[in-house]
């Protein structure tokens, strides 16, 4: 998502056989990093026992203990996949910025993106709108993501109303005014790595009918085929 203050992606512009051993520098340094402090909301969160069905998979994922959830995102093989899509170099990526673009016709919704989730950030590999604005490339800390919601627990996360959410209420994207609605879908890597999400947004109440679930089902689908040449 498009949080209140963004910041530029960082990341070198060649993807070649010779930065392989940067990127495994990269995964290892992340792999250090002690970021607890950022999912201490996200744990909290998880606490109300009237949850809606599709927050189960995430619930799951860090019950009891923030741990399970750093774990999720810090996951060695998960990371790799993750960096291995190249998407986290500055684009352009024509392809995924025409899907993107696709999903908004598609679903007629103002809002789409492609989100890649690392261990500490969210970075956009694609992002449009209704106008045909192509967003530059930004990266937003883990706080101000909805889409690790739906990479922690490696399903949909669908929400109508956030405002009415007894969880996501609360949470940024929500108090800032940026999201009324959301769907988002994992995307999936061939070993079963969650490595980032296809969502949708509006900043108004929007019901996600079956027909669009299934849209964006299936354009995530043809982002998965894309990515990892399936």
């Given at each position: 998502?498009?949080?209140?203050?963004?910041?530029?992606?960082?990341?070198?512009?060649?993807?070649?056989?010779?930065?392989?051993?940067?990127?495994?520098?990269?995964?290892?340094?992340?792999?250090?990093?002690t970021t607890f402090g950022s999912f201490t909301a996200i744990n909290d969160a998880y606490t109300d026992p009237a949850l809606d069905?599709?927050?189960?998979?995430?619930?799951?994922?860090?019950?009891?203990?923030?741990?399970?959830?750093?774990?999720?995102?810090?996951?060695?093989?998960?990371?790799?996949?993750?960096?291995?899509?190249g998407l986290l170099e500055p684009g352009p990526h024509p392809e995924i910025d025409q899907i993107v673009g696709l999903t908004i016709?598609?679903?007629?919704?103002?809002?789409?993106?492609?989100?890649?989730?690392?261990?500490?950030?969210?970075?956009?590999?694609?992002?449009?709108?209704?106008?045909?604005?192509?967003?530059?490339?930004?990266?937003?800390?883990?706080?101000?993501?909805?889409?690790?919601?739906?990479?922690?627990?490696?399903?949909?996360?669908?929400?109508?109303?956030?405002?009415?959410?007894?969880?996501?209420?609360?949470?940024?994207?929500?108090?800032?005014?940026?999201?009324?609605?959301?769907?988002?879908?994992?995307?999936?890597?061939?070993?079963?790595?969650?490595?980032?999400?296809?969502?949708?947004?509006?900043?108004?109440?929007?019901?996600?009918?079956?027909?669009?679930?299934?849209?964006?089902?299936?354009?995530?689908?043809?982002?998965?085929?894309?990515?990892?040449?399936?």
């Amino acid at each position: 998502m498009t949080p209140p203050s963004p910041t530029d992606a960082t990341g070198s512009d060649d993807a070649s056989d010779g930065d392989t051993s940067q990127r495994e520098e990269r995964i290892a340094d992340s792999a250090e990093r002690t970021t607890f402090g950022s999912f201490t909301a996200i744990n909290d969160a998880y606490t109300d026992p009237a949850l809606d069905a599709i927050f189960e998979g995430l619930r799951a994922a860090v019950a009891g203990d923030q741990s399970h959830a750093w774990s999720a995102l810090n996951d060695s093989a998960r990371l790799r996949a993750v960096y291995d899509t190249g998407l986290l170099e500055p684009g352009p990526h024509p392809e995924i910025d025409q899907i993107v673009g696709l999903t908004i016709d598609a679903v007629g919704i103002p809002n789409a993106a492609l989100n890649m989730i690392t261990d500490v950030e969210q970075v956009n590999a694609g992002i449009a709108s209704r106008s045909g604005d192509i967003g530059e490339q930004r990266t937003h800390p883990l706080p101000d993501s909805l889409c690790v919601y739906t990479v922690i627990s490696g399903s949909p996360l669908i929400v109508d109303d956030i405002a009415e959410d007894p969880v996501l209420r609360e949470h940024s994207a929500a108090t800032s005014g940026v999201v009324g609605a959301y769907i988002g879908i994992p995307i999936i890597d061939n070993a079963g790595h969650p490595v980032g999400t296809l969502c949708a947004w509006d900043s108004q109440p929007h019901h996600w009918s079956s027909g669009e679930v299934q849209i964006m089902t299936d354009l995530a689908e043809v982002v998965q085929n894309t990515i990892f040449n399936r």
